[in-house]
């Protein structure tokens, strides 16, 4: 059995955003997939969407955790997690994740920031929501890059989750 913990990182944002966002969430998405990290989402369109394709054209694994059924998924999910679950999947989505990067969003995203921060998970934010806990960034690079750095030394010391 393998004992590696695999470097999970989700990528949290509206399922409609603006050209900026879209071109930040494929940037970060891109940037997850070089740093040799699963990419997590919600699995629908927008900064999902951008942000797997940005992934899938590194190279990387994007997977989709859906709200309901494996039809809302993206063309650039590796891997669709149909949960049946509506904002539930939010719980499950988070949980699975080592550190979380919000990249705009509304309220859906603040549901996701408020568990992430509830659990413990390192939040990174563009454009998102300033709230006490989220870190913010001005770049997918910073983001990319202190979500790796938090999600690794969460591995490096023999945590899995």
């Known amino acids: 059995m393998n004992n590696m913990c695999s470097l999970q990182i989700a990528v949290l944002g509206s399922a409609s955003c603006d050209a ?3 071109r930040v969430a494929e940037d970060v998405g891109r940037l997850i997939a070089t740093a040799g990290a699963v990419l997590l989402c919600g699995g629908r369109g927008g900064v999902m969407e951008a942000a797997c394709r940005g992934a899938a054209g590194a190279g990387g694994v994007t997977v989709g955790i859906l709200p309901r059924g494996a039809d809302e998924a993206n063309q650039f999910c590796t891997v669709t997690l ?3 679950l509506g904002l539930g999947q939010n719980a499950v989505l988070v949980s699975a994740a080592k550190a979380v990067i919000a990249v705009g969003g509304s309220y859906g ?3 996701e920031i408020a ?3 509830k659990l413990g998970r390192p939040v990174f934010g563009i454009r998102t929501w300033e709230i006490p806990g ?4 001005n ?3 910073e983001a990319v890059r202190l979500a790796v750095d938090a999600a690794g030394n969460d591995s490096a010391n023999g945590v899995c989750r």
């Open 82 to 84: 149909p949960t049946a």
């Open 139 to 141: 770049s997918a690079e």
């Open 109 to 111: 995203t603040l549901s």
């Open 134 to 137: 989220v870190v913010p960034c």
């Open 20 to 22: 900026e966002e879209e």
């Open 115 to 117: 568990m992430a921060l």
